[in-house]
């Protein structure tokens, strides 16, 4: 395909998105003009957001980076100097030698998220490395920890109901997502649900792009879904809408449940949420009455100090109704258990001389560069941007700007973050490398083979640690192992009987090779919870310190209907920064067509919290609280209830302002997972001209 000057090829969509789209790229001339979605894929079916459409606009942008480069200015500047990959990684082995020598190898700490989902370039030979020369361990919590756990501490894996079952529901609520803008695949087959009779139900902070779609939004206060959830089930017991014949097989704890949800009447929950009590009564009713009803969980209500409680209450709803016997209902998190890889012979734990290594949670990042012991010398960031993505910007940024801290940032782009490194490398594209990717959601595995040959001298980041690994003289076979035997190597994973029968040639051959979904059918007579069945009462959790029943905790920074901000708080608001439609996390902010699309910051205020500061629509504010500030321009909206801000995207630094939402956030960890807590801020918004910063 590299060689081919002209044609259509098939490609993966990398980006951190659940529908993992099958895509295809023409070629002219030797170049990509046109990203397409594959129509041959089953789930995906040919149909890509936007983003991924203008993807030429990222792939061939003017300010790629394309050569290795070394900084010449200070850090946070800008101003490198064009060096070679030779010199490049001379002076990172050489450096990374003498921390090691005279710190020793936990100094060391790599920094990576899912910048790119290819499993050879984020768990794969980038973590042999890090294992071989005995580096810190990075904890990889910033996305969907909290969640992660709440959901397993119920249902045991990362596995719910499948994509293809959900066009059968009756009854849909996406509590805490907005997939209008982040997983368009499940509007797709919610759409073909609504065109049999279900109905659409969104429960949110305020109306997003999904909420004006859906048949009924129910807006609600930050952080007390589990408070809903538990109302929920308090009427499901009351008004006999339980499956008692699901519960007595398939859960342990309904008894104990049912003793438990008394003290969540509708009237206390409705002051704690702000959801009307005729609503909370509609919507257990309607639960409860739905032959298959599905609730896909996203990520929102996990953001946030009881994320994991969040979660978890909301779990616990399909065994209740027995929806987990029905054609369509039921739930999803995450999916991204069945895929799972032989992460063994990917990563190479064995290689690492101290098992016991600490480990940094990527969420505090910023105080963890600013502490004294055992301070971290040496940070290798890939496939991430903490500069703009991890809460605490000021620390963070603080903390990147540290003369001694030797910082190699391999990434596209002079990201907010590269401009703190001492060495920049350039990253191939998804499109100029070769990889395997599963999806999170649906369950077909695919490959990726290079279409394009990489641009300037990018190389992926199989190619870096590989030539890393060499230069630093560690086992040579390992590093030495190209991509398809490392592919083989993935795929090897017999523990996993989903992963039965996806080879590298039946990749090679289709592109995409759905898993051996047999176990599928019984999953519930085998969970691998500790118990084996669905824990509505959890012992595990009661060991780990943690209510073994779902229960509603206040934010620890927030206010609630059962406890409002007061007239003299320094900080009345809540702040909530989700992502935005045409971005994806950071990426995309730098490109033009993009940034088009989404225009500039704004921040969607009440009316009445805008009248209180005089505030009008369209004027420009800065919204503040003890770890920093951000600008950005008012819309004033009855989207969500008074005494909460949204501001959707993360951007990168303006020109000369503050626009980077996580200045605001907490770097706090979450109840469970230590998850983060992006959403849980309190904040003052104020008119810029009655600011001076
Ligand atoms: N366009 C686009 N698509 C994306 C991404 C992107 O940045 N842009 N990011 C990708 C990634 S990495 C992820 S993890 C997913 C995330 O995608 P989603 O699962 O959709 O999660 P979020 O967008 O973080 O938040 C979803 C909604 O939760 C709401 N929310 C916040 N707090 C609460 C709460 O306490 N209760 C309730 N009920 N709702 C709350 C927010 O207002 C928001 O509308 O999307 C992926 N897809
Ligand atoms: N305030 C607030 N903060 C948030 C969130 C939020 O909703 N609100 N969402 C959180 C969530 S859910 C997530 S998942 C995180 C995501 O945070 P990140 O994982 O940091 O996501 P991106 O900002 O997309 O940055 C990915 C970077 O990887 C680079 N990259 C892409 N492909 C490659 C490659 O092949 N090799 C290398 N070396 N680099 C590559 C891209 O150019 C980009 O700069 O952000 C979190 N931060
Ligand atoms: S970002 Fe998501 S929806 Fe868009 S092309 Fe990629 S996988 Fe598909
Ligand atoms: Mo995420």
């Not at 490398?425 to 040959?453: C, G, M, R």
Request: proline letters at 6%.
């Amino acid at each position: 395909m590299i060689n081919q000057l002209n044609g259509v090829f098939p490609a993966v969509c990398p980006l951190d998105c659940p529908d993992t789209c099958g895509l295809l790229l023409h070629k002219e001339d030797g170049k990509i003009v046109k990203v397409s979605g594959n129509p041959a894929h089953p789930i995906t079916q040919g149909a890509i957001c936007n983003k991924v459409r203008h993807m030429t606009e990222r792939i061939y942008h003017e300010e790629r980076v394309l050569y290795p480069l070394r900084r010449t200015g200070t850090k946070g500047e800008g101003r490198f100097e064009r060096i070679s990959w030779e010199e490049a990684i001379k002076e990172i082995t050489g450096r990374f030698t003498q921390i090691i020598q005279e710190h020793g190898s936990e100094a060391i700490l790599p920094y990576s998220f899912y910048g790119n989902m290819g499993v050879l370039g984020v768990d794969g030979m980038d973590r042999r490395f890090f294992h071989a020369i005995g580096a810190s361990y990075l904890e990889q919590t910033i996305c969907s920890a909290a969640g992660d756990a709440g959901w397993k501490y119920t249902m045991g894996a990362n596995r719910g109901t499948v994509p293809e079952e959900t066009e059968h529901a009756d009854l849909i609520v996406i509590w805490g997502g907005n997939i209008v803008s982040t997983r368009m695949h499940q509007v797709v087959l919610a759409e073909k649900a609504r065109k049999k009779g279900a109905k659409v139900i969104v429960i949110d902070v305020h109306r997003n792009r999904t909420a004006q779609w859906a048949d009924w939004f129910i807006p609600l206060h930050p952080g007390t879904d589990a408070a809903l959830a538990l109302g929920i089930i308090h009427v499901l017991f009351k008004e006999g809408m339980i499956n008692e014949s699901f519960l007595t097989r398939y859960t342990v704890g309904h008894e104990q449940l049912s003793e438990h949800v008394k003290e969540y009447t509708t009237e206390r929950v409705s002051l704690i949420t702000g959801v009307p009590q005729e609503d909370i009564l509609k919507l257990a009713r309607l639960y409860g009455g739905a032959k298959a009803p599905y609730i896909h969980i996203g990520n929102g209500l996990q953001h946030h100090d009881n994320g994991g409680m969040n979660v978890r209450a909301i779990a616990c709803l399909p065994a209740l109704v027995g929806a987990w016997h029905t054609h369509g209902g039921g739930a999803a998190k995450s999916n991204g258990g069945y895929a799972s890889f032989n992460s063994e012979a990917l990563e190479r734990p064995d290689l690492r001389p101290n098992p016991e290594a600490r480990t940094i949670n990527m969420n505090q990042i910023g105080a963890a560069l600013l502490e004294e012991e055992n301070k971290i010398r040496a940070m290798f960031v890939y496939c991430s941007n903490p500069l703009v993505v991890a809460p605490d910007t000021e620390r963070v940024e603080q903390g990147f700007a540290r003369e001694d801290l030797f910082t190699v940032v391999h990434d596209l782009f002079m990201t907010d973050t590269a401009k703190y490194a001492d060495i920049v490398l350039p990253a191939a594209s998804s499109f100029e490398s070769t990889d395997l990717y599963s999806s999170y959601w649906h369950q077909y595995v695919q490959i990726q083979e290079p279409v394009i040959p990489p641009q300037g001298e990018a190389k992926s980041n199989v190619e870096v640690f590989s030539l890393l690994g060499q230069a630093m003289g560690l086992d040579e076979k390992t590093f030495c192992e190209d991509e398809l035997s490392m592919i083989r190597g993935a795929l090897n994973n017999p523990v996993n009987p989903y992963l039965q029968g996806v080879t590298l040639e039946a990749l090679q051959e289709h592109r995409f090779v759905k898993l051996d979904m047999t176990p599928y059918d019984s999953f519930l007579d085998h969970l691998p919870t500790p118990s084996g069945k669905i824990e509505l009462y959890s012992k595990a959790m009661e060991q780990a310190g943690l209510p073994p029943m779902p229960v509603y905790a206040p934010l620890l920074e927030g206010y609630d209907g059962e406890r409002p901000a007061g007239q003299g708080d320094q900080y009345p608001l809540m702040f909530l920064s989700p992502p935005n439609h045409n971005f994806l996390n950071s990426t995309f902010a730098n490109v033009p067509k993009h940034q088009k699309l989404e225009k500039q910051p704004v921040l969607q205020i009440h009316p009445r919290d805008a009248e209180n500061r005089k505030i009008t629509d369209g004027e420009p504010v800065i919204v503040f609280n003890d770890r920093g500030t951000y600008e950005l321009i008012a819309k004033v909206t009855e989207s969500m209830l008074p005494g909460t801000v949204i501001s959707q995207g993360l951007w990168w630094e303006g020109e000369g302002r503050k626009q980077r939402a996580n200045r605001l956030t907490p770097d706090r960890l979450s109840d469970m997972g230590n998850g983060a807590t992006f959403f849980s801020a309190t904040v003052q918004v104020r008119k810029k001209e009655d600011v001076t910063i």
